[in-house]
């Protein structure tokens, strides 16, 4: 057979895995071989044995020898990686899905919106923009999560991210739904981060990753403050297994997430059934 | 295309030296229904070539209910599938286009895409569930087979559909030219056939623009209705000639990984379901809507032509007598009143 599986996963060592939140761990992974993708794209992540389950990576773009892997404990195939140890062998196939247009975030004001281990994609995401942070008039970024505890990059946020507003065109709205006695930011929903907004909103395109239920509430808030419908991204999620566009499980109406996404227009979708589910 | 004649009395030869180079399938009459058997020099005498549909769409052939797919099956044996009807053809195009023609292609469908030679086959006995005709579909094969056979009066025409049919045909010795009185034969078949296929569906109503009008019926009332007796135990997407659903498998023991690829169902309600328990189709009514509109909607949007064949087979097989072609008429009705000018105003909820 000359035809390479396009099943056949890429074997990947597990270097570190690194405790996020209560329920939210980071999987350091070192691939065999250099694997590349785009912020926005997805992998496949096969737990030998147990399954295989779509994530975003949420490590740079610009690192090809590392991959990190940020994964919320819902289900088998997230048990099972919540359990790997340093030196455990799984495997990875992609990156799949369409990547965020960041060309046509050039000259405009973006905004990134997340919360909870939403956050994941958005920090790829927020590494290629920082890379070519010349290119953006300036970006917004507001994150939530349910406490601090919750919190996730939270160190990296709030060490390192927040001090880039001193040289780069960047600011911060940082909130959880309840805090506590030593949270020294914002408190309320992160709709809430979306109040007196200062962004020109007909040069801004919004960037949407969370919870369905909190993607479907910043949406209508973004539609209120004047955002159109093909500014405002959504990285949507569905049960998926093959990735490739064969299986059909993933169909948003007649549009797959697995190729036509993972991130799309809300404009795009909007009319098709089940799109908060 | 060329277009020979063999006579009855020639056929068992003509096809029994395909058996031992080739697996060789054919359809049997087994309680009344036409099922794919391996085809053999014992049983050659029973096969039934030539009727109509067998229960078993061509998809068994090349997207079998579980396999391996890492590693992928290597060099599957050379098979020939004799008995496919145009309904099966068509939902073969189906599975070309999302396994052979997208960006990714499988390994496994791909080898048995190219091992597998069909012969197939004219309806001349159609069944009371066929409908083909009701989608602009016709119950006899113009391309997509490598060889076609129409059962006549005194034997067979038989169409060479391509290069692979060629090599089927060997050295001709069993063939004889077609002549005008069996092409008229033929067509005299067909148009017959044709007309039953249309009287069985007299009562039905599907709308010749379905995939517009499901967009604008998505929101009907009438689909919180019409599956009422759906007991979603999977048959119609079993059966179906051109649902091609699947989950993967990790069945790997160590770390070189194997998968299997299995069917699945629409239908059920795990299928859409996300590990966090949240589904975009939690209602069985959702589902069932969700498994005609992939046909008549969302597969014309990928692929540009309707999913669904007119087999019948989800009717024929549904335990709970679904008939989809009253539940089409029921749902479209208004529409159809907009296309005909006819108040058809099909009587149809009650039966459903």
């Known amino acids: 057979m000359n035809h390479s599986n396009i099943y056949k996963p890429l074997k990947c060592i597990v270097e570190d895995v690194i405790e996020e939140s209560p329920t939210i761990k980071t999987v350091v992974l070192i691939p065999e071989k250099e694997f590349t993708f785009q912020a926005g794209q997805f992998i496949s992540f096969t737990v030998p044995g147990i399954g295989e389950a779509p994530f975003t990576p949420s490590s740079s773009p610009f690192v090809s020898d590392k991959l990190e892997v940020t994964v919320m404990r819902t289900g088998l195939v997230t048990d099972a990686i919540h359990k790997l140890k340093k030196g455990d062998v799984v495997g990875i196939r992609g990156p799949y899905g369409k990547p965020y247009p960041l060309d046509k975030f050039a000259k405009k004001e973006v905004l990134l919106v997340g919360g909870g281990v939403g956050l994941a994609p958005i920090r790829a995401l927020f590494y290629a923009l920082i890379g070519t942070v010349e290119q953006y008039k300036r970006i917004v970024f507001c994150c939530g999560a349910k406490t601090p505890a919750d919190y996730i990059y939270k160190n990296l946020i709030l060490n390192e991210w927040l001090k880039m507003s001193e040289k780069f065109p960047i600011s911060f709205r940082i909130t959880v739904d309840s805090k506590d006695d030593n949270w020294k930011f914002g408190e309320g929903l992160v709709t809430k981060t979306l109040d007196h907004l200062d962004v020109d909103v007909s040069n801004s395109v919004a960037i949407v990753c969370g919870p369905p239920v909190m993607m479907k509430f910043v949406t209508l808030k973004l539609l209120d403050i004047g955002y159109k419908d093909s500014a405002i991204y959504l990285s949507m999620e569905r049960k998926m297994y093959c ?13 797959f997430v697995c190729k036509d996404g993972p991130v799309f227009t809300y404009d795009s979708i909007k009319n098709e059934p089940g799109v908060w589910a | 295309m060329k277009t020979y004649f063999i006579e009855n009395n020639k056929i068992e030869n003509f096809i029994s030296r395909w058996l031992g180079d080739y697996n060789v399938s054919a359809p049997f009459l087994r309680n009344q229904h036409l099922l794919y058997e391996p085809l053999s020099t014992e049983n050659i005498d029973d096969a039934v070539i030539g009727a109509v549909r067998t229960i078993q769409p061509l998809k068994f052939f090349f997207h079998p209910f579980q396999e391996r797919i890492v590693p992928e099956i290597a060099n599957p044996k050379k098979s020939i599938v004799i008995g496919a009807a145009n309904c099966d053809l068509r939902g073969l195009k189906i599975l070309d286009n999302v396994f052979l023609e997208g960006d990714y292609r499988d390994p496994n469908f791909i080898s048995r895409r190219q091992n597998t030679f069909i012969v197939s086959i004219d309806c001349t006995q159609p069944l009371s569930v066929c409908f083909c005709k009701s ?25 060479v559909g391509s290069e692979k049919g060629e090599i089927l045909l060997g050295d001709k010795s069993f063939l004889k030219n077609a002549t005008e009185s069996v092409l008229e034969e033929r067509k005299r078949i067909r148009e017959g056939v044709s007309t039953k296929i249309l009287n069985y569906n007299e009562k039905f109503h599907i709308p010749n623009k379905i995939s517009e009008e499901f967009r604008a019926q998505f929101d009907s ?11 979603q135990c999977g048959s119609c997407t079993n059966v179906c000639p051109s649902c091609v659903c699947f989950l993967l498998e990790d069945i790997s023991r160590n770390e070189n990984f194997v998968k299997a690829k299995i069917w699945d169902s629409c239908l059920l ?26 046909k008549y909607q969302y597969m014309v949007e990928n692929f540009g032509k309707i999913g669904c064949t007119g087999c019948g087979r989800c009717i024929a097989g549904c335990p709970g007598k679904i008939d989809k072609r009253k539940v089409l008429s029921c749902v479209f009705e208004d529409a159809l009143f907009e296309e005909t000018g006819k108040d058809v105003k099909y009587e149809s909820l009650k039966y459903l």
Do not use: Q
């Open chain 1, 243 to 255: 990735a490739v566009g064969h299986c059909r499980h993933c169909l948003i109406g007649p549009y």
């Open chain 2, 135 to 159: 989608l602009g579909l016709n119950p006899y094969p113009e391309d997509g087979f490598d060889l076609n056979l129409t059962k006549l009066e005194s034997g067979f025409v038989v169409d």
């Open chain 2, 221 to 231: 009332k009438k689909w919180e209705m019409v599956w009422k007796n759906c007991v």
């Open chain 2, 269 to 294: 309600p795990g299928y859409a379901r996300m590990a966090s328990g949240v589904s975009p189709r939690p209602l069985l009514w959702e589902r069932y809507r969700n498994r005609l509109a992939c």
